[in-house]
């Protein structure tokens, strides 16, 4: 007898036959009016929202990430409509060549399939995925956290009314249960679900990558460094340390360390001083403690130990290390870094160059914000996640990493 998982599955799966009827004027009215059906029922999400709020701490660094708003409702519909406004890469050439036989070849994108994503207190993850999967002809099969059940919930069912007004299988958009033993029956879900993407902390991103016997598109942690470099530009640092770092610290791409070059610590103190207007917490290494004594609050101020390096730590929280030169900034981004997004303050090129080349990570920045590596500020419309790993896609992954592809032969009675 089949289980309750399997016949979600199972569906899925036969919805996914079904998406390439549609056209991609029909693909972009129904993304519209599903823009339109958020705003609609806002009231309704952020009741759903509010008790999800009520079961966690307002301390807990998920609380900002959980938490919905009119305004942030308004981003996230105005994502789904810029992915109806980016073109479709379904059917996109990729090459094509015609063999000495006569054999003609093309390589197209196609979807993936079934693309399964398992979340934690993110609700706005549940529209993204849903809008690129549908956008690249993916159903969706979706398991988030417990922390969202009730903000997932009540976002799914606004998904389903606009898919049924539209005469559109519901079950291209399938939330699972919030319980554990659904993440256990997505992660063996081998010949129904074709790829699976973690987005969470790393621990959880770790624990699908060990356990998971469908593939894996790993959407690493961000543990994000920026370098200030002996030719960094004072003001430029400033405001992009503060930016990198106060945006939104409960998202992957804030910033974790910053890095001086030992002849610019005189600068240290007016490179951070406007973070403790945001009762930041600075975890120093030697060097830079000894500099910010008596300049930055005490009460914000602590002395650091190799376990505050390699942290990300989602929250009003940055370690300081003091490097030598270039050369220690490299090694110890190469020691600690997730390959996520990384940063160098310079105005020497040879500098900038030789970080850019040499930084191994996703997102790689000179004189920026690391607070920009998102799909959306990337032109991609919306993002199903940010990879850190090297096969099939890395950073932000938009539209044509929702893609795989395939060959299509056309002969004329050619054989071997």
């Not at 016949?7 to 991609?24: G, I, M, N, T, W």
């Not at 849903?130 to 998904?159: R, Y």
Request: with cysteine.
């Amino acid at each position: 007898m089949k289980n309750t998982y399997q016949l979600y599955f199972e569906d899925a799966v036969a919805a996914s036959r079904k998406l390439h009827l549609l056209s991609k004027d029909k693909v972009n009215i129904i993304l519209n009016s599903l823009a339109d059906e958020l705003l609609r029922n806002t009231d309704k999400i952020l009741v759903a929202n509010q008790l999800d709020l009520d079961r966690m701490s307002v301390d807990d660094p998920k609380y900002d990430r959980l938490k919905l708003s009119a305004e942030r409702l308004e981003g996230i519909a105005q994502e789904v409509r810029n992915v109806v406004g980016l073109e479709s890469p379904l059917g996109q050439k990729i090459s094509e060549n015609t063999l000495p036989n006569g054999l003609e070849l093309t390589k197209i994108r196609v979807p993936m399939g079934v693309v399964g994503v398992i979340y934690e207190a993110r609700p706005n993850v549940t529209i993204d995925v849903f809008s690129l999967c549908f956008k690249t002809g993916n159903v969706a099969v979706l398991k988030g956290g417990s922390d969202a059940e009730f903000s997932n919930l009540a976002i799914i069912g606004v998904i389903h009314e606009v898919l049924t007004a539209h005469e559109v299988d519901v079950n291209v958009a399938v939330l699972l249960p919030a319980a554990r033993d659904a993440t256990a029956a997505l992660l063996n879900a081998v010949g129904l679900v074709d790829v699976l993407i973690p987005r969470g902390s790393q621990s959880l991103i770790n624990y699908v990558r060990d356990h998971s016997k469908v593939p894996v598109i790993e959407t690493g942690a961000g543990i994000v460094h920026t370098f200030f470099d002996v030719s960094g530009d004072l003001e430029k640092g400033k405001n992009i340390i503060f930016n990198a770092k106060t945006r939104r610290v409960s998202v992957c791409n804030s910033l974790d360390c910053l890095l001086v070059h030992q002849r610019r610590l005189s600068d240290l103190y007016q490179l951070v001083a406007q973070l403790a207007e945001q009762s930041v917490i600075l975890y120093a290494d030697e060097p830079s403690f000894a500099v910010l004594s008596g300049s930055y609050p005490s009460d914000l101020l602590f002395s650091a130990g190799p376990e505050d390096f390699g942290i990300e730590f989602l929250d009003y929280k940055m370690a300081v290390k003091t490097v030598h030169n270039l050369e220690g900034a490299l090694e110890h981004i190469a020691k600690y870094s997730s390959k996520h997004s990384e940063a160098i303050i310079a105005e020497d090129e040879t500098s900038l160059l030789q970080f850019l080349n040499a930084v191994d990570a996703a997102a790689v920045y000179a004189n920026a914000s690391t607070a920009f590596t998102d799909g959306g500020q990337f032109g991609l419309g919306a993002e199903i996640g940010i990879s850190t790993q090297k096969l099939h896609a890395r950073g932000p992954m938009g539209l044509e990493e929702l893609t795989s592809y395939k060959w299509v032969i056309r002969g004329n009675g050619q054989i071997r």
